[in-house]
């Protein structure tokens, strides 16, 4: 089916808040790096330029991931759910994606011990500058 960035933004399904989450995943290695939120005007912008565009809930405004870091996030597929309530980006990551400086926001495990007792652990090493 064919339509325009519009049409398929309007057949989405967002949240109260006019948001739908968007989980981000490396396109070669299908690593989960972060998970943020869209609106329409993000969406139908990052379908646009290629560069992943999100909506911040805390500064209420738009940002294209890595525009001041230069850890840009090209996208090469988007891909969304059997409700057409979430959205899964595929990108090619440039440097880390967490603000930490880890490749992935996921770089920490609850790990279950054997006496129902957890232990908090890194699973990722940080990224450094080159």
Known sequence: MTQTAKEFVDSLKFGPSD??????????????LMVAYMNAESLEKTMNTGKATYFSRSRNTLWVKGETSGHLQYVKRILFDCDRDTILLQVEQIGPACHE?????????????????????????KETES
Not at 108 to 121: P, Y
Request: charged fraction near 30%; include cysteine.
């Open 19 to 32: 948001l739908i989450p968007a989980v981000v995943q490396d396109a070669s290695d299908k690593t989960v």
């Open 101 to 125: 400086n880890y490749r992935s926001c996921f770089y920490r495990e609850a790990r279950i011990l054997d006496d129902s007792t957890m232990e908090e652990i890194i699973v990722d090493t």
